[in-house]
């Protein structure tokens, strides 16, 4: 990791209100068990102070993408139930029974071949989950097959049934009515099942209602300050800041350009200031032209093109004290969330959170509860 003073960004992490978001979404659930989805590095943002934290509050289930998230996850927490979102691929199965992960399963293969696994390798039924498709069409058993499965109780010999789960297709539009629908088809076929953990529940879902808690929810971006709800005020603390480095500051007039490809022209004079931060730091090359920041709270906006390492922003509104070399410019913070962040570059929040270089000098803000629990 970049030494601070040598850092262009500096990528700060609330472990606090990773803490409070996952209290919060675990208080309005009803009852229902509070999970984490921990994959991608905890979207980014580091999964060893990110998944202690979480422990820490109360969380003891996990949600990871593959098999060496989940093993390295097992590293960090010895006693916490992982489930791997991917399933089980052939010739994983040793590893996964080894670190004590708990595939969901996807297919009429992984099924098969983790029950022969189980059979041959173990006394006990070794657990799995079954995800169905309600909608998705990505992974899982589409509902034909969920329900000839269902009706072969010798197809799951082997296996205990740790939970049964569907995917909702956009829980963050309240009014859609796609998200009822899954609902009802997957209350439908997990009763033909023997009784097991249901799990639809997504960050989104938990702004839903206690219909949707069901068993076990699954948040994942709303514990990291994502908002939850398309065009409702976020009610999720901010967990990230991002600050770059001003390097150098210039006059310029017209006709002169800024940035490769000439794409933004001075119109008058203007201060430009050149920040380090680029898209090999995670700030994307859509934000060209379109980005901002603010440095003192004054909105700054790029101009140019967002090259690897700089960008360049005009700051011709700022006071010369505050927008020199060696200042810092907040790209993500109380000005400027994930989502706004977002907005300009036209993706989501998740996006920016995971795309968030390895060059910045990263600090952790530790949460109230560590060493607890």
């Not at 629908?181 to 639809?200: G, H, K, V, Y």
């Not at 808690?213 to 409702?232: S, V």
């Not at 060209?288 to 603010?294: A, C, D, H, I």
Request: glycine share 10%.
């Amino acid at each position: 990791m970049t030494a601070p003073e040598r850092a262009g960004a500096i990528l700060t992490v609330d472990l606090g209100v990773v803490a409070a978001n996952w209290r919060l979404l675990h208080d309005r659930l009803g009852g229902a068990e509070c999970g984490a989805v921990i994959k991608a590095d905890a979207y980014g943002l580091g999964v060893e102070p990110v998944a202690k934290a979480l422990w820490q509050a109360g969380c003891r289930t996990y949600f990871v993408a593959s098999l060496d998230e989940g093993a390295t996850l097992r590293g960090i927490l010895p006693q916490a139930d992982i489930f791997v979102l991917h399933g089980v691929a052939q010739g994983e199965e040793a590893e996964m029974t080894a670190n004590r992960l708990v595939p969901v399963l996807n297919s009429m293969d992984e099924i098969a071949r983790w029950g022969a696994h189980a059979r041959s390798s173990s006394a006990a039924p070794l657990p799995a989950a079954i995800m169905i498709d309600t909608g998705m069409s990505r992974l899982g058993l589409e509902p034909d097959e969920a329900r000839g499965l269902a009706s072969d109780p010798s197809a799951l010999d082997g296996i205990s049934l740790s939970c049964l789960m569907s995917h909702l297709i956009a829980a963050e539009e309240r009014a859609n009515p796609l998200t009822a629908r899954q609902l009802a088809e997957f209350n439908t076929l997990r009763r033909l099942f023997p009784p097991a953990r249901a799990s639809i529940c997504n960050s989104s879902a938990v702004f839903l209602g206690r219909d949707y808690a069901l068993d076990l929810a699954r948040p994942g971006a709303a514990i990291y300050g994502i908002a939850p709800m398309d065009g409702e005020q976020n009610p999720m603390g901010r967990v990230v800041e991002l600050k770059a480095r001003i390097l150098q500051v210039r006059e310029i007039d017209s006709p002169r350009t800024v940035g490769y490809g000439a794409t933004h022209r001075a119109n008058a004079r203007i201060r430009v200031a050149t920040v380090a931060a680029g898209y090999a730091d995670g700030y994307m090359r859509s934000l060209s032209n379109r980005g901002s920041g603010f440095i003192g709270g004054i909105r700054v906006r790029v101009v140019g093109r967002v090259s690897m390492d700089l960008i360049t922003l005009d700051v011709t509104g700022v006071p010369a004290q505050l927008a020199r070399a060696g200042e810092y410019v907040e790209l993500i913070g109380p000005h400027h969330s994930p989502d706004d962040l977002a907005g300009e570059a036209g993706t989501i929040g998740y996006e920016i959170l995971t795309s968030l270089g390895r060059r910045c000098h990263r600090t952790y803000i530790p949460s109230p509860l560590e060493g607890q629990g």
